[in-house]
């Protein structure tokens, strides 16, 4: 086989990122039915301001969040134990059938 030799292709340089000016420019500049601000103006949510009672409510929301997982995930766990007796009951009850039908016959 005959080895091919390929162009290597050189790609253009990374533009630079834009200036906070230039984004300000093209917020400014988008029409009002661009699907970003759509969807910002339906969510309607002001920013939150940098107070001890917005911490405080941020705190609690993780707080309790936190708190969720981890009963979910005790929860899993318990449910993951029944699965198991009733796995194990099932197979009992399966034996128990087959006894009863081979002492019937």
């Known amino acids: 086989m005959s080895t091919k030799s ?5 790609l253009p340089t990374r533009p630079e990122p ?4 230039q ?5 400014r500049d988008a029409h ?7 969807v910002l103006k339906e969510t309607n949510e002001e920013p939150l301001e940098d ?5 405080e409510k941020q705190y609690q929301q ?3 969040c936190v708190e969720f997982t981890q009963k979910l995930q ?3 766990a318990v449910l993951k134990q029944k699965r198991e007796q009733l796995k194990v ?6 034996q128990n059938i087959t006894d009863m039908r081979e002492r019937a016959s």
Request: proline share 8%; net charge negative; aromatic share 2%.
């Open 74 to 76: 005790q929860m899993q």
């Open 18 to 21: 834009p200036s906070i000016e």
């Open 6 to 10: 390929k162009k290597r292709v050189i």
């Open 62 to 64: 993780c707080r309790s």
């Open 23 to 27: 984004i300000l420019e093209d917020i």
């Open 32 to 38: 009002p039915s661009d699907p970003v601000f759509a």
């Open 89 to 94: 009951v099932g197979e009992q009850l399966e």
């Open 51 to 55: 107070s001890a009672e917005n911490r």
